[in-house]
């Protein structure tokens, strides 16, 4: 991996992942635009001044740096279950890479598939409602009318 060759599209893909368009990040790092944009096409490299300010609005610096995701930008489940991980045997290692392989997997509607039956759901306990709700009971029929 060469750092000098991918650090601008690492830099570009955090701003990204942060939320922030070039300028709206250097309003927050400090510099100009154009150093900003200097620095995603790979033509300059940060200081450790901007890397900082970077890490504290919360970039992941590491990933910027070396292409490894840092684990203090997981959110707290994701520790979480990398704790968890990280204290199986290498069964249980090898078992939840198996599932993450079956749930990780994209399920593919069968086309046209259709139901004949009865479906039924049933709402108990207390209920909130946020915003609007709509129960539909299928397509509307026509009535009949039947000659006087």
Do not use: C
Not at 43 to 62: E, F, M, S, T, W
């Amino acid at each position: 991996m060469n750092f000098n060759n991918n650090f601008g599209v690492r830099l570009r893909e955090e701003r990204d992942r942060l939320g922030f368009t070039q300028q709206e990040m250097t309003v927050h790092i400090g510099i100009s635009q154009n150093m900003w944009s200097k620095y995603e096409r790979g033509q300059a490299v940060p200081g450790g001044d901007v890397l900082a300010k970077l890490l504290a609005i919360g970039g992941d610096v590491l990933y910027i740096l070396s292409g490894e995701r840092s684990t203090s930008t997981l959110a707290a489940d994701e520790k979480e279950l990398i704790a968890g991980y990280r204290g199986l045997d290498i069964r249980g290692k090898a078992n939840m890479l198996g599932m993450l392989e079956v749930v990780g997997t994209p399920m593919k509607a069968a086309p046209n598939l259709k139901f004949a039956g009865k479906v039924e759901q049933v709402v108990a306990g207390d209920q909130t409602i946020h915003g609007g709700l709509t129960i539909g009971s299928g397509p509307k029929k026509k009535k009949k009318t039947l000659p006087e």
